[in-house]
């Protein structure tokens, strides 16, 4: 297992590497954005394994490198965002391995109008909902999409904009299949006035996984887009049909799919959002990736239904203090499967200064979950504190305790642990 695990690691870490080589050629551009940050970080745990019984406490210990980048506008642009580091268990509980995350997006004007897209995104996710989120129930996912995109401007009030798109989705380990994706669009849009906008675009996509099974999803929407001086509200709402074949069984599912994205301004130090949508899709998809409370069950059937809303408030205050607080909800309709995961919670962090160099901070969290199947219900409830010290212009300490609790109708699923975290950054200049 450590050697396969070792090959997958690398596998999985490769495009972070190769990222991290466009930002560092891209960086030599004298207006380019270049941020680099390393850090050193070492976290104990009295029940590493988040265990119901027979708890194991260990020390993680951490390196990473992070680098942010923006490139000057011109006829290329990229933005780039992304970890690599190396995680060590003093007690061996879990294998030692690279970890890393990233977030790549760019694009180029080849012609007129006519442009090529690159993106590129890795995050871990867990492959099992009912598991305990431990590195034994992670996986990195990671997808890749190019392909070229036309915006075609009719006048001044109506333009059409065409695009195709090859999307490669990775696991590094697990039994979950990548796969390969083919997307083509069309949307047209038109501007009735200044702050408004509306328009319809059709959508098709196909999904082949390493197993042969094959995924069709045709969506038709309506869209439309808002301003007002202290808001923007834009969204869409159509019909969407998703068909599966796999072997000489072929399944198909359609219904009304949306989104809705609000984003308002309630004083000039506070303010309001509203994210939902409802979609037909497959779980190889970047829901998970919009939607950060959001998690797909990877062992379940790989065509779902997913409803999901989220909506915040940030507030900040003038002696520099800072509020965040944030409702979410989903929900995960496994078309050829009876399982059906609903889940809810909400989290909330303030902070504020304590001094001239220290920054303190209060976090908690909760979620609900539910497993219609199995009639079973979990709850799982998050306490952090923690305080930051700027120790000079570019070393920052953070030190850090928590506490997380899992209750479930499902006795071995339960755990209580506690943590304490110390560690340090310095930003390269």
Not at 32 to 61: H, I, W, Y
Not at 230 to 243: C, K, L, P, R, Y
Not at 330 to 343: A, N, T
Request: aromatic content about 10%; some cysteine; proline content about 2%.
């Amino acid at each position: 297992m450590g050697k396969q695990q070792g090959v997958e690691s690398r596998f999985a870490l490769a495009p972070v590497g190769l990222m991290f080589v466009i930002a560092s050629t891209l960086g030599t551009s004298a207006q380019a954005q270049v941020e680099l940050t390393g850090g050193l970080d070492s976290r104990f745990t009295d029940n590493a394994s988040k265990a119901s019984r027979d708890e194991q406490s260990d020390l993680e210990s951490r390196v990473y490198l992070k680098a942010d980048y923006a490139s000057d506008p011109g006829r290329c642009n990229a933005t780039f965002s992304g970890t690599l580091g190396y995680s060590n268990w003093l007690d061996s509980t879990f294998d030692d391995e690279a970890y890393g995350e990233m977030d790549f997006l760019g694009d180029c004007e080849l012609a007129n109008q006519l442009y090529w897209d690159v993106a590129n995104t890795l995050r871990e996710v867990t492959q099992s909902s009912r598991s305990s989120d431990t590195p034994d129930n992670r996986t990195r996912k990671n997808v890749f999409s190019t392909g070229p995109r036309y915006n075609w401007r009719i006048n001044d009030t109506n333009w059409l904009t065409l695009s195709t798109r090859y999307e490669n989705t990775e696991f590094s380990e697990g039994d979950t299949s990548d796969t390969e994706r083919y997307l083509g669009a069309a949307a047209w849009n038109h501007a009735f006035s200044k702050t408004f906008n509306g328009g319809v675009s059709a959508n098709y996509s196909r999904t082949e996984y390493d197993t042969g099974a094959e995924v069709d999803v045709r969506t038709v929407n309506l869209t439309f887009g808002r301003n007002w001086p202290t808001m923007d509200v834009s969204g869409a709402i159509g019909v969407s049909e998703i068909e599966t074949k796999a072997g000489s069984s072929s399944q198909s599912s359609d219904g009304l799919v949306g989104e809705l994205s609000i984003q308002r301004a309630l004083t000039p130090s506070s303010d309001w959002y509203l994210r939902a949508a409802h979609q037909l899709t497959d779980r190889s998809s970047n829901v998970d990736f919009v939607f950060e409370n959001f998690q797909f069950s990877l062992e379940d059937s790989i065509t779902v239904e997913t409803t999901t809303v989220s909506t915040g408030f940030d507030n900040r205050f003038s002696n520099g203090a800072t509020l965040n607080v944030e409702f979410y909800g989903s929900q995960s309709d496994y078309i050829d499967d009876p399982e059906r995961e609903d889940g809810g919670g909400v989290n909330f962090r303030y902070g504020r200064p304590m001094a001239e160099r220290t920054t303190g901070h209060i976090g908690l969290g909760y979620d609900y979950l539910t497993y219609a199947s199995d009639e079973l219900d979990e709850r799982i409830t998050r306490v952090e504190v923690g305080a930051e010290h700027e120790a000079s212009r570019d070393l920052s300490l953070t030190a850090k305790v928590g506490h997380q609790n899992k209750v479930s109708d499902a006795p071995t699923s339960e755990y209580d642990e506690n943590w304490v975290l110390v560690g340090l950054e310095y930003r390269f200049r």
